[in-house]
């Protein structure tokens, strides 16, 4: 009997917890110490969409709103007696937009012997209607992005600032246009219909106003970010 019994006894020195099958690790989900994160971030289009709107439309009204008083002061110094309010704001529409590099177009149409229509063109850039207005820009946006965390947030109120100045800036080239028929005395008397022959429309062009405005802004504001 005590020979059977001192058989079954575990060996001396052994632990019989040893023997029990030991579980598998439980796979982790996190990334192990030392690696690299190699999940890329989904891009939140809403919140691009979102944004600082209401900043980006007060920088940009507050920078076309510069550019328009400038050319109107320049168009009410260079006008002639009995110009007209039409032609008035035509050229200061002319002035501002040509200030970030709009183009005056001018579509002729003439009668007699001989009839013709075209358009041409002529950029010219009232350098300090440019200048006074991207201070005023600048000013502001730095003003409105100093508490911005990332650039991200920065560049992307330039983006929607650049966006809606050239809004600005086109509404009032389609808008403002007038023709050579009651150019008023003085240098308006000798580009009229009577006195050279043909008749013309003119205007600030909107497409050129829209894109290069938008263009010139944004980099201005993208560059101020970055200094």
Same mark, same amino acid.
Request: net charge negative; glycine share 12%.
């Given at each position: 009997m005590?020979?059977?019994?001192g058989s079954s006894a575990? @060996? !001396?020195? %052994?632990?019989?917890? =040893?023997?029990s099958p030991v579980p598998d690790p439980t796979p982790s989900s996190s990334p192990r110490a030392g690696s690299l994160d190699t999940?890329? @971030?989904? *891009?939140?289009w809403r919140g691009a969409l979102r944004? #600082?709107? $209401?900043? &980006?439309?007060? +920088? &940009? +009204?507050?920078?076309a709103a510069t550019a328009g008083s400038l050319g109107l002061v320049l168009a009410l110094l260079a006008k002639p007696d009995d110009f007209g309010l039409a032609n008035i704001l035509t050229l200061a529409t002319i002035l501002s937009t040509g200030a970030f590099g709009a183009d005056l177009t001018a579509d002729l149409q003439a009668s007699g012997l001989l009839e013709f229509s075209g358009s041409g063109s002529i950029g010219f850039f009232p350098f300090t209607v440019t200048l006074v207005s991207l201070a005023v820009a600048v000013l502001l946006f730095r003003r409105i992005t100093r508490a911005y965390n990332t650039s991200l947030a920065v560049f992307g109120d330039a983006a929607r600032t650049a966006l809606l100045f050239? +809004?600005?800036l086109a509404l009032p080239a389609?808008? *403002?246009? !007038?023709? #050579?028929?009651?150019?008023?005395?003085?240098?308006?008397a000798d580009i009229d219909a009577d006195s050279l022959g043909f008749e013309?429309? +003119?205007g600030a062009d909107p497409l050129g106003a829209f894109l290069l405005g &938008?263009?010139? $802004?944004? %980099?201005?504001? %993208?560059? =101020?970010?970055?200094?």
């Amino acid at each position: 009997m005590s020979g059977a019994q001192g058989s079954s006894a575990a @060996p !001396s020195g %052994v632990d019989p917890r =040893s023997e029990s099958p030991v579980p598998d690790p439980t796979p982790s989900s996190s990334p192990r110490a030392g690696s690299l994160d190699t999940t890329t @971030p989904a *891009f939140d289009w809403r919140g691009a969409l979102r944004g #600082n709107w $209401l900043g &980006a439309g007060l +920088v &940009a +009204v507050a920078t076309a709103a510069t550019a328009g008083s400038l050319g109107l002061v320049l168009a009410l110094l260079a006008k002639p007696d009995d110009f007209g309010l039409a032609n008035i704001l035509t050229l200061a529409t002319i002035l501002s937009t040509g200030a970030f590099g709009a183009d005056l177009t001018a579509d002729l149409q003439a009668s007699g012997l001989l009839e013709f229509s075209g358009s041409g063109s002529i950029g010219f850039f009232p350098f300090t209607v440019t200048l006074v207005s991207l201070a005023v820009a600048v000013l502001l946006f730095r003003r409105i992005t100093r508490a911005y965390n990332t650039s991200l947030a920065v560049f992307g109120d330039a983006a929607r600032t650049a966006l809606l100045f050239g +809004v600005c800036l086109a509404l009032p080239a389609m808008i *403002f246009t !007038s023709d #050579n028929e009651e150019m008023g005395r003085g240098w308006g008397a000798d580009i009229d219909a009577d006195s050279l022959g043909f008749e013309a429309e +003119v205007g600030a062009d909107p497409l050129g106003a829209f894109l290069l405005g &938008a263009i010139i $802004l944004g %980099v201005i504001l %993208v560059l =101020s970010a970055l200094t």
